[in-house]
């Protein structure tokens, strides 16, 4: 893998474990029945994201499905955050008078987050198929960690999308282990190209 590549896949990993560290404090603090501090949150996802798209754009060329999953789970998601960040707050501010319209804008921001979930998980499948061709040891079991991960992600949360489907929660822990896997993955990516005498 070319010396650049390798760079935007770590900055790829990064992002993605910085995003997994930030659902993963969401819930928590949500179920100790806390309230999540949702700025400083979606800002920093909105940030990351930012980043993950980026990076999937740039590993294109050599990567199509898996970057193709990266940048569209990236751009999805600075959306779907991005909604809640710009939104939430005026319509919850305005009370009973707009409740119908934060209900809509709530059931986008579902849509968008699953539809990156699925996103992401495609990423997994892609990067999970080449290492377990190629990969030995535990880059194989990350592969096929990835791709279990992925498989699931695909599945919850294309269900997810379909109204009145209670998955939310599955749905979106399974596309945060996939995304845990592909940074993961992105990491054991690279000694397994050098193997290949990959340039």
Same mark, same amino acid.
């Given at each position: 893998?070319? #010396? +650049? ?5 770590? $900055? ?23 309230? /999540? ?6 800002? #920093?996802?909105?940030? &990351? ?11 294109? /060329? ?5 970057? %193709? ?6 751009? *999805? ?11 939430? /707050?005026?319509?919850?501010? &305005? ?8 209900? =809509? ?17 495609? =990423? !997994?499948?892609?990067? !999970?198929?080449?290492?377990? +061709?190629?990969?030995?040891? /535990?880059?194989?079991? $990350? ?7 992925? *498989? !699931?992600?695909?599945?919850? +949360? %294309? ?16 596309? #945060?282990?996939? %995304?845990?896997? $592909? ?9 397994? %190209? ?6």
């Amino acid at each position: 893998m070319h #010396t +650049n590549l390798i760079s935007t896949a770590r $900055i790829a990993a990064i992002a993605l474990l910085v995003t997994v560290a930030t659902q993963i404090i969401y819930i928590t603090v949500s179920e100790m029945g806390g309230t /999540p501090n949702r700025p400083v949150i979606w800002s #920093t996802e909105v940030l &990351a994201f930012i980043v993950i798209a980026i990076s999937g754009l740039a590993l294109l /060329p050599a990567r199509p499905l898996l970057g %193709a999953g990266i940048a569209l789970g990236g751009m *999805l998601n600075v959306i779907q955050a991005g909604v809640g960040l710009a939104m939430f /707050p005026p319509l919850l501010e &305005a009370g009973e008078a707009l409740a119908p319209a934060f209900s =809509a804008v709530l059931a986008a921001a579902f849509l968008l987050f699953h539809a990156a979930k699925v996103a992401f998980g495609v =990423a !997994a499948i892609a990067i !999970a198929r080449e290492l377990w +061709n190629a990969a030995r040891g /535990p880059a194989k079991i $990350i592969g096929a960690l990835a791709g279990l991960t992925g *498989l !699931a992600a695909v599945v919850l +949360n %294309a269900l997810a999308i379909v109204p009145d489907m209670d998955l939310t929660f599955p749905a979106g822990a399974a596309g #945060t282990a996939a %995304a845990l896997f $592909i940074a993961l993955a992105l990491v054991a990516l690279r000694p397994v %190209a050098e193997q290949q005498g990959e340039p």
